[in-house]
Nanobody, 123 residues
Framework: VQLQASGGGAVQAGGSLRLSCVVS????????LGWYRQAPGKQRELVAT???????TLANFAKGRFTIRRDNAKKVVELQMNSLKPEDTAVYYC??????????????????WGQGTLVTVSS
């Protein structure tokens, strides 16, 4: 299983970015799919996540500014970030709770992470 994230970059405060993550591999089912972030010197924290039935959960700091969208058929999750602030600067990680096919078609429960994409917001 691989999670490939893209879309990070550098923007000025007030700007927008869209992050995208594609999940690939021998996947049976994706349950939770979303984004976390980790700023320098801080713990990793939830940004936004979606359940398999499309329900979204957003951190308080993301409400009103960020939107998460999931495409189950394409196994893609996107995070649209608007009105970015310097405090949004962090490495953003795609995360999935999923079931995959292992050896001999066994089913494996996994918590998978993408490689991280850096978002830098300047004032």
């Amino acid at each position: 299983v691989q999670l490939q994230a893209s879309g990070g970059g550098a923007v000025q405060a007030g700007g927008s970015l869209r992050l995208s993550c594609v999940v690939s591999g021998r996947i049976m089912r994706i349950d939770e799919l979303g984004w976390y972030r980790q700023a320098p010197g801080k713990q990793r924290e939830l940004v936004a996540t979606t359940s398999s039935d499309g329900r979204a959960t957003l951190a308080n700091f993301a409400k009103g500014r960020f939107t998460i969208r999931r495409d189950n058929a394409k196994k893609v999750v996107e995070l649209q970030m608007n009105s970015l602030k310097p405090e949004d600067t962090a490495v953003y990680y795609c995360h999935a709770d999923l079931l995959s096919f292992g050896d001999l078609d066994s089913i494996v429960a996994e918590k998978s992470w993408g490689q991280g994409t850096l978002v830098t917001v300047s004032s």
